[in-house]
């Protein structure tokens, strides 16, 4: 079982930066695909990032590529999301996700196992 903890959402004007990390429970962190999705009010949720374990190859979203990074902590069991140069569109509740081993298919939610309780971003105009 990994328990997942987000934080470091909040506030912050266009243009601006937060980052975000997701705190995992378990010993086995390095076997783990750690990903960061979002959902907006009435949307579905989506795909923002994900790293694969030991190696961690990166992939992201068109929307958030150039902008956005992921990286992982492997000693510490964190996983980040950096966010720049934000947009008003990127408002909504982000939520860290893993699952044992990797995916081709990282970008799909019913792939991950384990969720955290979301944070909020919002960004205004």
């Known amino acids: 079982q990994v328990q997942l903890v987000e934080s470091g959402g909040g506030l912050v004007q266009a243009g601006g930066s937060l980052k975000l990390s997701c705190a995992a429970s378990?010993?086995?962190?390095?076997?783990?695909?750690m990903g960061w999705f979002r959902q907006a009010p009435g949307k579905e949720r989506e795909f923002v990032a994900a790293?694969?374990?030991?190696?961690?190859?990166?992939y992201y979203a068109n929307s958030v590529k150039g902008r956005f990074t992921i990286s992982r902590d492997n000693a510490k069991n964190t996983v980040y999301l950096q966010m720049n140069s934000l947009k008003p569109e990127d408002t909504a509740v982000y939520y860290c996700?893993?699952?044992?081993?990797?995916?081709?298919?990282?970008?799909?939610?019913?792939?991950?196992?384990?969720w955290g309780q979301g944070t909020q971003v919002t960004v205004s105009s």
């Open positions: 996700a893993a699952r044992y081993r990797w995916t081709i298919n990282y970008y799909d939610t019913s792939e991950y196992n384990y």
């Open positions: 790293i694969s374990g030991s190696v961690g190859n990166t």
């Open positions: 378990g010993r086995t962190f390095n076997s783990y695909t």
